[in-house]
Antibody
Framework: QVQLQESGPGLVKPAQTLSVTCTVS??????????WSWIRQPAGKGLEWIGH???????NFDPSLKNRVTMSVDTSKNQFSLTLTSVTAADTAVYYC??????????????????????WGRGTLVTVSS | SYEVTQPPSVSVSPGQTATITCSGD??????VSWYQQKSGQSPVLVIY???KRPSGIPERFSGFNAGHAATLTISGTQAMDEAVYYC?????????FGPGTEVTVL
């Protein structure tokens, strides 16, 4: 079955750039909805959606982070990546990659779509410290 | 920006019913999913599209969404259900997580 595995630097200095990559195994990154998300979780705190990327390259980010975030995808390697610039200690977190899944709720002739995450990686801890 | 709230904690005795609420303005007009996160593990989807269970999720997990609140109900709660539960809503092309509810099975 499809699995996700994050990889990252472990430690990043303040003001520098954080980069993490998610490798999709057991299936093609271009199958299904082809949307893939990054989510982070500071120690002892809740989950925060960072943004997602479509394998065609389009992206959508949370407004609070969009000025510092870029995402990219390499379909030949079955990977997608997150880059976060100008990091501070507040960016210290476990970074998860996840697969966006779409549901369709149909009643009669009306159908409504909804989105959720049906598959998560194990996460990679990134610490911002000098 | 849209926000959802959850109670910080819920306690339940083994075999009893745990109910976790996720509240937000007209949340019933959006679709909600729920995630279970056990200590040291990644989140796991337990409910999607308000009340649907993914394969492999026990029938004791159920969900409902109407008005200004969504609920996750765990019937016949077991010790293995002890975890933090997060609700998730989709609004204006962004995902919004609730702050999480820690379920303790006493």
């Amino acid at each position: 079955q499809v699995q996700l595995q994050e990889s990252g630097p472990g430690l990043v200095k303040p003001a520098q750039t954080l980069s993490v990559t998610c490798t999709v195994s057991g299936g093609s990154i271009s199958s299904g909805t082809s949307y893939w998300s990054w989510i982070r979780q500071p120690a002892g705190k809740g989950l925060e959606w960072i943004g997602h990327i479509y394998t065609g390259g389009s992206t959508n980010f949370d407004p609070s982070l969009k000025n510092r975030v870029t995402m990219s995808v390499d379909t030949s390697k079955n990977q997608f990546s997150l880059t976060l610039t100008s990091v501070t200690a507040a960016d210290t977190a476990v970074y998860y990659c996840a697969r966006d899944q779409m549901g369709r709720d149909c009643t009669g002739n009306n159908c409504y779509t909804n989105w959720y995450f049906d598959l998560w990686g194990r996460g990679t801890l990134v610490t911002v410290s000098s | 920006s849209y926000e959802v709230t959850q109670p910080p904690s819920v306690s339940v005795s083994p075999g009893q019913t745990a109910t976790i609420t996720c509240s937000g303005d007209n949340l019933g007009r959006k679709y909600v999913s729920w995630y279970q996160q056990k200590s040291g593990q990644s989140p796991v989807l337990v409910i999607y599209q308000d009340g649907k269970r993914p394969s492999g999720i026990p029938e004791r997990f159920s969900g409902f969404n109407a008005g200004h609140a969504a609920t996750l109900t765990i019937s016949g709660t077991q010790a293995m259900d002890e975890a933090v539960y997060y609700c998730l809503a989709w609004d204006s092309n962004t995902y919004i997580f609730g702050p999480g509810t820690e379920v303790t099975v006493l």
